[in-house]
Each structure stands twice: as C-alpha cells, then as structure tokens.
C-alpha cells in the first residue's frame, strides 16, 4: 500500500503548497491529498501545480481510484474524504466555518491508512487541521507542521501544535525535502521522522 500524505493550508499557504509539490520526484510512491480553504470559489490550484512540478494534479471526482504519484487537490465547496483505495467527495456541513476543510480529509486517512498516513498543516488563519493531525498521530502517522515563525499566518500551526503535539515543526524547506524522500521509498518502508 502507497504512503498517503495529507496537506492542509489555509492564507498564506499557497507558496508553501507550490514549494513541497514542486519538490515532488517523478516517480513518485506515494498519494498526496491537499486541502486548500477556497470555499465554493473557483480555484486554479491544479492548474497552478501542474506549471511548477513533475505530478499529476487534479481536482477529483467522487469515487476516483487513489493512485500513487498523483496530487489531489479538493474541489471548490467539497470536503475531500479517503476510503480503501478511492476518494469521496461531499457538500456536508462545514467544518471549523469551512469547506473544504483538512479535518475530514485527515481523520478519513488515519482511519483507513493509519500508520502509512504524513499529515502536513501549513500557514492558515484558524484550527482546521488540528484535530485531524492528532488522529494521525493516533493511529500511528507522522504529523509535521510548518513552522509559526515563518508562516505568513501562524495560527493553523500553532493550534496543531497545540493540539496534535506533532513529532517535527519544520521549515517549509524541510518539510518539501521530508515529503520528497518519502515518495521516493519502497511502500514497505515505515514512515519515521528522522
């Protein structure tokens, strides 16, 4: 089974989000699923990403099949959510004022994925992200977060922190090379934060 890892940033977070994509390897082991806060407004993401890396990127469909080496980005005004090898989408209420939001897409992967699962929470404006790092934790995942020092909005990062007790606050930089490293492994090597 692929390592999934699950990116979630609200203001500020679009350098970063470019920053790790653009460091991704072709090719690349694992899934990587990323919440943006866009509410139901139209988002270029997808296409923004695709310009600067080496992966696929998209905005799924309800029950897309999850493949390794692509970057899914939730749609405007969807929740994105992880079953076994497929994605979900839906319009069910927003969570912490937002949809999409990262909680639904983190607590889905911990659920399924568990210990194969990276949570990543970037620069934001409010504690979406937190909760669900905490059940990656949980399960056995590894949860980085950006550092506050340096993001341009610090309260996603510091509410994790706060919350989840991650096991790194990294630089963007560092967190782009961690990620990059782990799409590079073998699926059958544990995810660790060295």
């Known amino acids: 089974m692929s390592p999934i890892v699950v990116v979630a940033a609200s203001a500020g977070g679009l ?34 990403l695709n ?6 990127v ?4 309800d029950g897309a099949p999850i493949e390794a080496g692509h970057v899914y980005v939730a749609p405007p005004d969807h929740h994105m959510t992880l079953e076994l090898g497929h994605i979900r989408l839906d319009q069910g209420p927003k969570v912490k004022h937002t949809r999409p939001a990262a909680d639904p897409l983190f607590s889905s ?18 504690g979406d992200g937190a909760a669900g790092l905490r ?8 949860a ?24 790194a606050c990294l630089s963007v930089e560092e967190i782009a090379k961690r990620v990059a490293t782990l799409c ?9 934060v060295s």
């Not at 992967?109 to 409010?126: C, Q």
């Not at 492994?185 to 660790?192: F, G, H």
């Open 15 to 48: 350098e970063p989000i470019k920053r790790i994509v653009s460091a991704l390897p072709d090719p690349c082991m694992a899934s990587i699923f990323v919440v943006w806060h866009i509410g139901p407004h139209p988002s270029l993401l997808p296409q923004i």
């Open 51 to 56: 310009m600067i890396g080496r992966l696929p």
């Open 58 to 61: 998209t905005h799924p469909h």
């Open 109 to 126: 992967a911990a659920e399924v994925y568990r210990e194969r699962v990276i949570g990543i929470v970037l620069s934001g404006g409010d």
């Open 135 to 142: 059940a990656i934790k949980e399960q056995g995942g590894v």
């Open 144 to 167: 980085l977060v950006q550092n506050p020092e340096e993001a341009e909005k610090p309260a996603m990062p510091y509410t994790a922190m706060m919350t989840a007790h991650p096991d």
């Open 184 to 192: 590079s492994m073998r699926s059958t090597v544990r995810l660790t």
